[in-house]
């Protein structure tokens, strides 16, 4: 099974790699010719990226923050208040996914060419049933094997599918499934008292947070995984602080929470060509791919800042992509990445927002 | 990495809470004790706090540190025994209540004292009765959510439904019998919080309260920049997936009492189950087990919609509950990952320990709180964060009127 595993990371890989510019398989090469993007800092002093307004083209969902809603590029997916059903539509198409008896919807992801609908069971003894949707001709099928563990962290990128399974005596395992065979397997598993979570996946790779049983505060890691399907400590953090990743075209970009007592500040950094960049204040656990750059939520600054959704890029910009019309009292939820579009609520004393654009 | 594997959780969840039904709370001696305490201390006047300068006036808030300007107890008036009266009988109709609106709509009754509406499970609110109980009749949305321990509104039904005439009325009165006594409390931060005009003869009613005259004005110029209380080692993960009740009673109880109880003890008081702790139990327990509610720290805590408070007024209630009672706040959140960021899973609405304030001048307001969920106990998908959190108030703000109840206990 882990063979099989490793076969599909260094697939996934290696046709990034070949797409970008046929040089051999690694997670760090693919990015710019030297010379044409800035150059970071070293790791003990990085570079400070000022950011530039670039807002995208946003457009309004129509339905209210909180609601769970994803827009990706043909398609978007709105779910009910209860959690009971997902309704896909796109133009005169329609599927709709119901959780079924005992059931909830945990998680909607979207690509391009899938869209995947967790159902996890309501007293989260067992697994969750995967529903998946190929949005080229809205036949629907799943993913029966291996059984998804309740909850966790779960990634799409492409047809490419990574989420929690229980392996051997119980371990907390990587899965990953091929959406156009419907067949899963389980690769890494997490050692004994340690756990993982934060996926995320792009063409550039998978990143994922692992951690301890440390208390009363873990000591965690951000990987990005190898070939092999092994994750592999992003060199730049300081020990025990990371939170988020994301896999870039030439590196990665994490967080850190250096204080623990302020869980939800971050500070964001970035690497790239074994450069180090530092991109400044975030929300922890906002970081998400896509297309080609990587987002992440920063919560106002000052009283007459808005919250704002910065948008690392393969020219090694960062950008202000979003702006929330409230100043002060505002913050943004999670971004959502569905196939290069993303989705974002924005909630604030001024009015809350629900809002879309193409990354592209 | 979890601590106990799932199953082996939800065995020890239903035996607790068999256990707990074998002797509801109602009938625990304690309790009674207390409902019939309450029902004789009748008038008993409380004193005025506040220093001498403020003798004769409303504590002012916003100035005071030494002086918490708290409202004691009142008496039970006969007009406020014939309005509990006839809330009470009106409950009759859960006895032939047939379904979900029926039943919430029999569940949702409100009693008016001195112009102030208190209802039943959900605590002092400018809400209609069709308002709450359509509340109630909704069915608690996130499915997929965590939960946490606070009793949801299938919860509440299920409990209304469960309990005999007998032992519906004995807890209901007590309730609105606490509630009655609290009122001039709820004009106080009505008047000060959301610059509500006392009525007339207000001070006279209440010698609890100090007469009162003008609402404190202003945001937070007269706070301190920075503000906590109780100690951080009160902050505990709790033991249970659904006692995030017990867990917020236990740091609210050590920091009053110097000495840990476990949460145990305060699963019994609170009348815990495996479907949740409601907040009028908690705001009971802080009254009775507490010094929070004398009338040198808060006064008679009481459940609060804020459904109409503009984050302003819900940060200025922060501060003023920390700051000048010198009293913590039972914290009503939904535990949303909008709202909580670093979760990575919704759960359910919950309880928390509001016990601090950083106005942070060149940022945005934050909160200080306690977090008795630790996702890394029952999840092995989630690592532990810290017990002791500060973050952007008005997330903590949102994901309060995001409950289905939006009230606090204060």
């Known amino acids: 099974m882990r063979g099989r595993t490793a076969t599909a990371l260094a697939l996934l890989v290696v046709l990034a790699a070949c797409s970008a510019d046929d040089r051999p ?45 994803v827009r990706g590029a043909e398609w978007e997916a709105l779910g009910d208040a209860g959690d009971t059903r997902v309704e896909l539509a796109r133009d005169d198409d329609a599927v709709t996914i119901t959780a079924g008896r005992g059931r909830t919807i945990s998680e909607v992801l979207m690509s391009r060419d899938w869209a995947v609908v967790v159902k996890q069971d309501r007293a989260e003894t067992a697994p969750s049933e995967v529903a998946v949707v190929d949005l080229g001709s809205g036949e629907t099928g799943e993913v029966a094997t291996p059984p998804a563990a309740s909850g966790g962290s779960w990634a799409l990128t492409d047809g490419d599918l990574w989420f929690p399974t229980y392996g051997d005596g119980g371990a907390y395992c990587l899965a990953t499934a091929a959406l156009a065979d419907s067949n899963g397997e389980d690769g890494w598993c997490a050692p004994d008292r340690s756990g993982f979570s934060g996926l995320t996946a792009s063409e550039h790779g998978v990143g994922m947070m692992t951690f301890d049983d440390a208390r009363p505060v873990t000591c965690r890691t951000v990987n990005l995984l190898d070939a092999s399907g092994v994750p592999q400590p992003v060199e730049g953090p300081a020990d025990c602080t990371a939170w988020d990743v994301a ?38 656990g906002t970081a998400v791919p896509c297309g080609d750059s990587v987002f992440f939520a920063r919560d106002p600054q000052g009283p007459d800042e808005p919250a704002r959704l910065m948008r690392w890029t393969p020219d090694r910009s960062l950008e202000i992509a979003y702006e929330s019309p409230s100043t002060g009292n505002a913050f943004l939820g999670d971004p959502v990445c569905g196939g290069g579009v993303v989705t974002l609520a924005s909630y604030g004393e001024q009015g809350d927002e629900h809002v879309w654009a193409s990354v592209s | 990495m979890p601590a106990l594997p799932r199953p082996t959780l939800r065995r020890v969840a239903h035996r607790i809470a068999d256990e707990d039904a074998s002797r509801p709370l109602w009938r625990h001696p304690a309790t009674i004790a207390a409902a019939a305490l309450a029902l004789t201390l009748g008038a008993v006047p409380l004193l005025p706090d506040g220093g001498q300068d403020d003798r004769g006036e409303i504590a002012p808030s916003a100035e005071t540190t030494g002086a918490p300007g708290a409202v004691g107890r009142g008496g039970l008036t006969p007009a406020m025994r014939a309005e509990i009266d006839r809330v009470l009988a009106e409950g009759a109709a859960l006895d032939r209540a047939q379904g979900r609106t029926a039943t919430a709509r029999a569940s949702v009754r409100c009693a008016t004292f001195e112009g102030q509406r208190y209802c039943l499970g959900f605590g002092w609110t400018n809400q209609s009765e069709e308002a709450l109980a359509a509340r109630l009749e909704t069915r608690p949305t996130g499915g997929t959510t965590e939960r946490t321990g606070d009793l949801d509104a299938d919860g509440l039904l299920a409990r209304a439904q469960g309990r005999t005439s007998t032992a519906r009325t004995e807890a209901e009165r007590a309730e609105l019998t606490m509630a009655a006594r609290s009122v001039g409390k709820v004009w106080m931060l009505r008047h000060e919080i959301q610059g509500v005009p006392l009525p007339d003869g207000f001070a006279e009613r209440h010698p609890e309260v100090t007469a009162g005259v003008d609402a404190r004005g202003g945001f937070g110029a007269s706070y301190p920049k920075r503000s906590k209380i109780l100690t951080s080692k009160v902050a505990q993960a709790q033991n249970t997936t659904y006692w995030c009740g017990p867990a917020t009673m236990q740091a609210i109880g050590w920091g009053s009492q110097g000495k840990r109880k476990n949460q145990s003890y305060w699963a019994r008081r609170l009348g815990t189950t ?32 804020i459904s109409d408070f503009t984050f302003k007024q819900w940060y200025r209630l922060m501060m003023r509950h920390v700051h000048d009672y010198r009293a913590p706040v039972v914290l009503h959140p939904n535990l949303h990952t909008q709202y909580y960021p670093y979760l990575d899973d919704d759960a359910s609405g919950h309880f928390q320990v509001g016990r601090g304030f950083d106005q942070n001048p060149g940022g945005n307001p934050q909160l200080g709180w306690f977090e008795p969920w630790d996702q890394s106990r029952f999840d092995p998908s989630e690592p532990a964060i810290g017990r002791v959190q500060w973050r952007n108030a008005y997330r903590s703000f949102r994901a309060n009127l995001d409950h289905f109840q939006h009230n606090v206990g204060v």
């Open chain 2, 274 to 305: 495996s479907a949740g702790t409601a907040i009028t139990d908690m705001v009971r327990v802080v009254n009775n087990k507490t010094d929070y509610d004398e009338d040198t720290h808060a006064g008679p805590y009481v459940v609060l919609d």
């Open chain 1, 247 to 284: 896999a870039t075209a030439d590196g990665a970009v994490w967080s850190e929470v250096p204080k623990p007592r302020r869980q939800e500040e971050a500070r964001f950094h970035a690497s790239a060509d074994g450069t180090y960049f530092d991109l400044g204040p975030g929300t922890t």
């Open chain 1, 25 to 69: 398989v690694d997670l760090q090469p693919d990015g710019p010719p030297p010379g044409s993007s800035p150059t970071g800092g070293t790791l003990d002093d990085p570079t400070a990226v000022e950011p530039e307004t670039a807002p995208l083209d946003w457009q309004d969902t129509g339905v209210e923050a909180g609601t769970r809603y």
